[in-house]
């Protein structure tokens, strides 16, 4: 009998196959479907600061930016936090496997109150989904790093529940920042979101909107630091994000280091009955190399027999460009 199970920050998931934040995971029916396909858990759409922010005091006066503000609340108007504490309330009803809150933010931790009625409707953990890309020359980088643990410290005092930090690739050294979110008390980090891609459409010469879904050859990132933050940083959880596209993406964040996967763009494009297929998979893959359980697998390929992870990462490299021509 092949053991699937693994926690992930503190949660007992049945396996290491979660669904991603996403239009997926806004809508019951899908939800049901997924949980009926054997995801271990979900991250629900995220709900977003500026909701937050403008229902707590309508902070966004309409002569501070206009057309921002005309935006945002009509955005409210739509999406008010009540309809989605319902949502979370009713998914909550409806599925039994853990569902996790979302919220993206990306400034100040004002609104961090907020995150009780998440608890109090239900949510099994909340996952801090901190979008921000600082570009002020003079803004100290150590400054929003600061950012993301007050708020991490603020959420941790304020629930009860596990604190998740999903993390962008916009940092520059992944396992400090990790560490310090661990020291200020997330219990996990999803490695890694997958921001808004930029292109430029040469034919109209204006700034389009690249895709939205990723190819799976993004897993590079996620395999590499899977491996060098579950070794470095062994008191926190790992949850691979981004480009995980079927069993073998998933096996291969584990082999890293990672205690669950969040996949995304292969449901959109499969469907929610690939889980089970995705599922059968990583089970006969196990079986064929003798593995009973995930655990016996997790970080076996990770940074830690090594005594350094910077020398781990030059290896990697060395090895790779020694095989080229050049
Ligand atoms: C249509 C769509 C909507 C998304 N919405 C959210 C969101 O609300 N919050 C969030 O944290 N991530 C959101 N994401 C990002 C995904 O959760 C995920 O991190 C990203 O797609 C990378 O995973 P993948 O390679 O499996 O697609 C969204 C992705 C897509 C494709």
New binding site residues.
Partial sequence: MIDLTTEYAGLRLKNPIVV?????T?NLRTIKELEAAGAAAV?L??L?EEQIEAEMSQIMSPTDYPEAADYINAYVQSNEISKHLDFLREVKQEVSIPVIA?I?CFRSDSWVDFAKQFEDAGANAL?I?V?RLDTDLFYDANKTEQMYVNIVSSLVRAVKIPVTV?LSKAFSNIPSIVDKLRAAGAKGV?L???SYQPDIDIEKVQMVAGN???HAG??SDTIRYAGIVSALVPGISIAS?????DAAGVIKCILAGAHAT???????KEGPGFVAETLAAVEGWMDRKGYRSVSEFRGYLSAGGIKSATMYERMQFMKYFSNKEN
């Fill in positions: 991603a934040s996403s239009g997926l806004r991250v759409k995220s977003f979302s993206n996952e989904n979008m999903k999803v890694f979101n997958r939205v879904f990723s993004e897993i994000s981004t480009g995980v596209h969040q996949m995304c763009t292969a449901l959109y």
